[in-house]
């Protein structure tokens, strides 16, 4: 958990920041050296995209040097990722 004082010191607000899906399962900046996300926990739901492909997340470096990611858009893409999944199997077992 990242203190607020961390967002509360910071020079800027959410900023949007472009990541790579690297081939070995990691999110990587494009530019510049911001930290890098591992994919390797929902796995399944990153599979969907190829390689290489471009996502958007919001970043924010904070006063004391934490980096806070918004995870709501990301929680909602893999919620509907989710719900999607499960339809199709119920689907393909004659549930719906």
Do not use: D
């Not at 530019?31 to 591992?38: A, D, E, K």
């Not at 970043?59 to 990722?81: D, H, I, S, T």
């Amino acid at each position: 958990v990242i203190p607020f004082p961390n967002s509360n010191t910071g020079n800027c607000g959410l900023c949007s920041q472009l990541f790579w899906h690297s081939p070995s399962l990691l999110l990587a900046h494009l530019y510049l050296s911001f930290p890098i996300f591992s994919t390797l926990v929902v796995r399944a739901c990153w599979a969907q995209f190829e390689l290489g492909s471009i996502h958007h997340f919001e970043l924010r470096k904070g006063g004391l040097g934490f980096y806070q990611l918004n995870m709501a858009p990301v929680y909602a893409a893999m919620k509907e990722f989710h719900r999607e999944r499960q339809a199709q199997t119920q689907q393909r077992i004659g549930l719906m």
